[in-house]
């Protein structure tokens, strides 16, 4: 077991600090999805509307 190298923190914060921006990209991302199905899905109903008699 003398062979493994002990573990340093810098590894971890650095692949913490990666995970943490990767994470945030993909909020970032489907934020804009859910941004733009929402407004298709409103421009779809409008378009489904029937007129009021």
Do not use: H, Y
Request: proline share 6%.
């Amino acid at each position: 077991m003398s062979d493994v190298p002990p573990v340093s923190s810098g590894g971890a914060d650095a692949a913490i600090a990666k995970m943490e921006a990767t994470f945030n990209m993909a909020i970032e991302k489907s934020a804009k999805i859910t941004e733009l199905t929402t407004a298709k899905k409103a421009e779809l109903d409008a378009t489904k509307q029937r007129p009021q008699n």
